[in-house]
Nanobody
Framework: VQLQASGGGLVQAGDSLRISCTVS????????LAWFRQTPGHEREFVAA????????QYAGSVKGRFIISRDNAMSTVYLQMNSLKPEDTAVYYC???????????????????WGQGTLVTVSS
């Protein structure tokens, strides 16, 4: 499975931005997709995850109510709509994939088998 993230950029606080991740390879290995983010000197942080059907989603508390994860299986793409952006949202955002959905494991990076290269989102104050 290969993942390619795109759509990052420089925005101002309060703005919105949508980033995307295109997935290729065996879909059985990417039935659950997620976004993580990382800033220099910090560990990778869970942002959001979505199941194959899109019915089940999970969000970090810091983004709940502001970010929306969605997917288009026909386009093999997962999206992260980020609204009301804050400077503390500045990070490199990574998409990740794993074969199954497990509510208790979604926030742990080590549970994901495949990772994209990341896209930088910078939010200025």
């Amino acid at each position: 499975v290969q993942l390619q993230a795109s759509g990052g950029g420089l925005v101002q606080a309060g703005d919105s931005l949508r980033i995307s991740c295109t997935v290729s390879g065996r879909t059985i290995n990417s039935r659950t997709l997620a976004w993580f983010r990382q800033t220099p000197g910090h560990e990778r942080e869970f942002v959001a995850a979505i199941s194959w059907s899109g019915i089940a989603t999970q969000y970090a508390g810091s983004v709940k109510g502001r970010f929306i994860i969605s997917r288009d299986n026909a386009m093999s793409t997962v999206y992260l709509q980020m609204n009301s952006l804050k400077p503390e949202d500045t990070a490199v955002y990574y998409c990740a994939a794993r074969p199954t959905w497990n509510q208790d494991l979604m926030t742990t990076g080590a549970q994901y088998h495949y990772w994209g290269q990341g896209t930088l989102v910078t939010v200025s104050s």
